[in-house]
């Protein structure tokens, strides 16, 4: 009889514990848990603009940020954000951490080793920044220079498959680092987005900056944990939605300066 007890107490345990761990944020793995948790739980970069950044009342916006809303809205469920920086993007995932990572993750065979991939919702091209006045047009002209990227970032993977001889890859942890850098005079140039703000700007020299050659073109997906069919076809559902409805578009024009988005494959 004692021992009948103790068996019932450790099963009771044993529920509650299995009970506990659903209530993890990001532990949700199916359209219906997360409906039924009442939240979705989503990540997202806001050091990288114009797809995350913070607005003048220190609050997330951009592309990634308005698609990630627009999930919440068609779920019917609120947002909750947890922000991470490139590298983060994965561990976030496997963590449970959260349900989903939208910021800009670029879909890679490499990555879908460890995620699943929505189809792409957007895209861009890294390419290799730097002063006006360089004479940089190619891979080769990058020996000896020091060139910034951020870490795990597309412009990462294209310079270090490069590997130009005598290039002194830095790479720092989020974008505005790599700008900073770039700014100060730090690093000679830098791998980047197609969108970026530093040509607006002046560094400490008074230098203006400029796009010199194109690193590799990139297409982003709404990355969940894998082995999950339920939510990635739900998600593939969706961005086939706002792509066909026109808001996909509308939230690139209000972001790209006017510039619809890009044609976008699918898979």
Do not use: C
């Amino acid at each position: 009889m004692a021992m009948r007890g103790i068996m019932k107490s450790l099963l009771a345990l044993t529920a509650f514990a299995i009970v506990g761990l659903s209530t993890i944020p990001g532990e949700a793995q199916t359209v219906d848990e997360i409906i039924k948790r009442g939240k979705v739980v989503i990540a997202i970069d806001t050091t990288v603009p114009p797809y995350g950044m913070l607005d003048t009342n220190n609050q997330p916006t951009g592309i990634d940020v308005e698609v990630a809303n627009l999930i919440g809205k068609n779920l019917k469920v609120p947002v909750e954000f947890v922000t991470v920086n490139s590298p983060g993007r994965i561990p976030a995932l496997l963590s449970n951490r959260v349900d989903m990572v939208v910021a800009i993750f670029s879909i890679t065979a490499e990555r879908a080793l460890q995620v699943s991939f929505s189809i792409p919702y957007a895209g861009q091209s890294a390419v290799l920044i730097a002063p006006k006045t360089s004479s940089i047009k190619g891979p080769d002209d990058l020996k000896t220079l020091k060139v910034g990227v951020t870490r795990g970032a597309l412009e990462d993977g294209a310079l270090t498959q490069m590997n130009p001889a005598g290039m002194n890859l830095l790479r720092f942890d989020d974008g505005p680092s790599v700008a900073q850098a770039m700014l100060s005079g730090q690093i000679d140039a830098m791998g980047g987005g197609d969108y970026g703000e530093i040509y607006l700007r002046k560094g400490a020299k008074g230098e203006e900056y400029e796009q010199k050659f194109p690193l590799r073109a990139a297409h982003f997906g709404i990355g969940i944990r894998r082995g999950n069919p339920d939510l990635l076809q739900w998600l593939n559902t969706f961005v086939y939605q706002i792509k066909n409805s026109g808001e996909l578009d509308a939230i690139s024009r209000k972001f790209r300066n006017g510039q619809p988005m890009i044609p976008l494959p699918v898979f």
